[in-house]
DNA sequence: CTGATAGTGAGAATCACTCTCATATAGACT
DNA sequence: AGTCTATATGAGAGTGATTCTCACTATCAG
């Protein structure tokens, strides 16, 4: 646990949703001046490999989420961007995914997209 | 329709599952020599608008899957790096998702990775 | 305290992708 | 078939994100 990589979580703590590279990497630069890009990049890729971190890259600028450990998915509104995080968890069963495809599951990942309460209320 | 595109289309349609942005290139322009990247690029972009293929940012260089137009997810295999179209189906229901967390869902992304059914024999 | 190991920052390099613009077509309409 | 207009195209430069390299530094076990 390095000083760098404490102001990276610290400035991802602070984050309410999605982030980019760089946003993070001038929030966490306000409590680490001499931080580094490619030191940002690798730290986000050390989390990402242990699951506190996940990268949405749908086009355009590829955002960052904060997440917790854990099976869960992500509700990603299209209106405001908030980032939510759901246990709600439905995927074809693995059994009939065999039996129709020949195919055994090993993993999912599933993206909910809509609009948030927030922005529904506005 | 023009050459270039027909040449791409041709292209897509011998891929059998994914493939890069610069295999369909190097591929198509046996077809047509003169192409050019950019033209690849929108024809994709184009193809992805009318559903005909989607793209897979997940980590690395992105890969393009030929798709057919409705509702269906992908089983990506992880071993041989083929991709079935399945039209199994199941998500969170709508309902259950605005109840929870009062988010209104509009679409979703599942992919399921996993062996396939030819990796699985040998 | 010391040495092995892992992390760091700067900048160059790479890679995927987009933009620009002059040119060339496709396809609609005579 | 000939003309015209909107659209597509190719080349190459430009952009922005990400990775690489390497000399240097800090961490932590012993």
């Known amino acids: ?3 760098p990589r404490r102001a990276l979580l610290e400035a991802i703590a602070r984050r309410p949703g999605g982030f980019t590279v760089v946003e993070l990497y001038d929030d966490a ?5 001499g931080l580094g890009l490619a030191t940002v990049y690798r730290t986000l890729e050390l989390l990402r490999r ?7 890259a749908g086009g355009g600028t590829p955002t960052y989420l904060r997440c917790h450990p854990g099976h869960h998915h992500h509700l990603v509104c299209l209106s405001c961007g908030a980032v939510e995080e759901t246990d709600l968890c439905a995927v074809p069963p693995s ?3 065999r039996r129709r495809h020949g195919f055994r599951s090993e993993a999912h990942e599933v993206d909910i997209y809509g609009t948030c309460g ?3 209320a506005a």
């Open 1 to 3: 646990m390095t000083p």
């Open 29 to 33: 630069r306000r409590d680490h001046a």
């Open 50 to 56: 242990h699951g506190l971190v996940r990268r949405l």
């Open 95 to 97: 059994a009939e995914v």
């Open 118 to 120: 927030r922005c529904l």
